[in-house]
């Protein structure tokens, strides 16, 4: 099993930044992906960004060229960079483990508000 953290949320105006932090612990040598997903109110969850065990990236075109994904693996830990944020981007924002098994695991979400 996986377990997966979430932190950095908070709130932030519009064109400022803010960084995610994902910890991950259990049988982390198993983690093939590690993503990050949000859900807005009334609407569902949606793809972000993601990374692999082999560092690929990819992201949303919502976010592409805002957001960045990042790994830290000394810290057993995944980035989410947001720049330039934007009213849209408000959202729970989850934070997603792949196995080799094909499980996967959430972590309890992080708020982020963008907002004057």
């Known amino acids: 099993q996986v377990q997966v953290v979430e932190s950095g949320g908070g709130l932030v105006q519009p064109g400022g930044s803010l960084r995610l932090s994902c910890v991950t612990s259990?049988?982390?040598?198993?983690?093939?992906?590690m993503g990050w997903y949000r859900q807005a109110p009334g609407k569902q969850r949606e793809f972000i960004a993601v990374i692999t065990s082999g560092g690929s990236t990819n992201y949303a075109d919502s976010v592409k060229g805002r957001f960045t994904i990042s790994r830290d693996d000394a810290k057993n830990t995944v980035y989410l960079q947001m720049n330039s944020l934007k009213p849209e981007d408000t959202a729970v924002y989850y934070c997603?483990?792949?196995?080799?098994?094909?499980?996967?695991?959430w972590g309890q979400g992080t708020q982020v508000t963008v907002s004057s």
């Open positions: 259990g049988s982390i040598f198993s983690i093939s992906a």
């Open positions: 997603h483990a792949t196995l080799i098994t094909r499980s996967n695991y």
